[in-house]
């Protein structure tokens, strides 16, 4: 019968998780119907089917697999299906719950939850009740934990359960009350040595990483590893900047939308990509690749994670404009309704954590940009202007270079260009 493969749902992604299956084995199934979701490198998509027939699971739940490959079929007895046509229209999809961000073009990460497998789901292993040194010895001597049963107080893993299943004796059993002194003065010996320093922090929680969070820290360290960073600040007046978005205030009737001062950043920066090429490009296989459009990522928080959609050609954009947008896409992200197009493409990233009272910081370059923009709140402080003391609206923004297509100068350029299109807003308009 006609196939159903893993689609590819971003432009980064190759491989996906099958989260859940929206129809039932033998279910009738019509060409639009939300068939299965998916867990992607940056989110979770639901993917309607492109074929009309019978439903054939073929891998279930939980299961791991790369663009390509079959996981159904759809047709009827004969093997015919109906089908639109695949070359012509791409997957079409829509998003579930988004999981989290992750950048573009993440390598991807292994995931393996299948039915045959010995290990707990995620959600199960905190349960498993071990002292820290039971888990430590378990790990030196190769133990699989699940496989012991605890002779420790409420059925805890200690220790001699461990020793006891590597020489393949039977557990140690002894009563709670001698079993709670031991395990006391064990962990207060080490304490004293330094021999398990994990011990004196307590029974710990684990918790294991989303999909999204397990892309993140795997593309975060591999920036930080490869990516030459280097870090450049200044500190911006943006008196003119907060005058420009009063006057938007006053002069906007009821429930128009006002510009925020992120977006303001946001146009400031774009313009100043669009001077600057080689900030609005990468470093690839020992080559400079210059983007012809503007696409700015504005990083967008969500529980656990964060989510990067994406303001295509922001240059162009009004400020209006790019409010609008910018809303609209965050409120996408926090629902769940972003889909892969609205995440993908990005060309630079600004990253604002100015309304948690940050006043500055340095962030992590995303793999395939020349640099991340950091923002930081804006206050009133006390400055001197011509030999007075006054006060002005400041804000501090540190931009980040790959120092193998930005150097010195340039970073330098680029962030002035910045500065000045928000010390003379006007030229935002």
């Not at 009740?129 to 002779?151: H, I």
């Not at 021999?195 to 990483?209: C, N, R």
């Not at 928080?301 to 965050?330: F, K, N, Y």
Request: net charge negative; with cysteine.
């Amino acid at each position: 019968m006609p196939e159903i493969v893993m689609p590819r749902l971003t432009d980064s992604m190759e491989e996906g998780v099958i989260l859940s299956w929206l129809k039932k084995d033998g279910d009738e199934v019509a060409i639009g119907d939300e068939l299965v979701e998916i867990e992607t490198d940056k989110a979770s998509m639901v993917y309607e089917s492109d074929l009309a027939g019978t439903l054939k699971i073929l891998v279930p739940e939980g299961e791991t697999r790369p663009i390509g490959e079959p996981i159904a079929e759809v047709g009827d007895e004969s093997g015919s299906s109906g089908n639109r046509d695949r070359e012509a229209e791409p997957a079409q999809s829509r998003s579930g719950k988004p999981g989290p961000e992750a950048p573009s073009e993440p390598d991807p990460v292994p995931v393996s939850t299948g039915p045959e497998s010995s290990e707990p789901e995620p959600g199960d292993r905190h349960r498993l009740k071990a002292s820290p040194l039971a888990r430590r010895v378990a790990e030196e001597k190769g133990v699989d934990l699940e496989s012991l049963s605890g002779s420790g107080p409420g059925g805890r893993i200690i220790k001699a359960d461990v020793e006891a299943a590597g020489t393949g004796g039977p557990p140690a059993r002894q009563s709670e009350e001698t079993e709670r002194s031991v395990s006391q003065v064990s962990e207060r010996d080490t304490s004293r040595t330094g021999g398990d320093a994990e011990a004196a922090k307590g029974e710990p929680e684990i918790v294991e990483l989303t999909r999204t969070q397990q892309v993140i820290a795997r593309r975060m360290t591999e920036s930080k590893a490869t990516i030459p960073h280097f870090y450049l600040r200044t500190l911006i007046d943006m008196d003119r900047a907060v005058e420009v978005r009063t006057a938007f205030k006053a002069e906007a009737v009821d429930g128009e939308l006002v510009p925020s001062l992120n977006d303001f950043v946001v146009k400031a920066t774009a313009i100043a990509l669009r001077r600057h090429p080689r900030a609005n490009a990468a470093f690839r296989d020992g080559r400079f690749e210059l983007y012809p459009r503007v696409n700015v990522g504005i990083a967008v928080a969500v529980e656990g994670a964060l989510i990067v959609p994406v303001l295509r050609d922001a240059d162009h954009l009004t400020l209006t404009e790019i409010s609008s947008e910018s809303r609209r896409l965050a409120e996408r992200v926090r629902s769940g309704e972003v889909t892969p197009p609205e995440l993908s493409g990005g060309t630079f990233t600004v990253s604002n954590l100015g309304m948690f009272g940050v006043t500055g910081f340095e962030a992590v370059i995303n793999p395939g940009q020349a640099g991340i923009l950091s923002v930081g709140e804006v206050s009133e402080r006390a400055v001197v202007k011509e030999g007075q003391l006054t006060t002005a609206h400041q804000m501090e923004v540190t931009v980040a270079c790959d120092h193998r297509i930005l150097y010195g100068a340039d970073g330098a350029e680029f962030l002035a260009s910045i500065k000045a299109n928000l010390e003379e807003p006007g030229l935002l308009a």
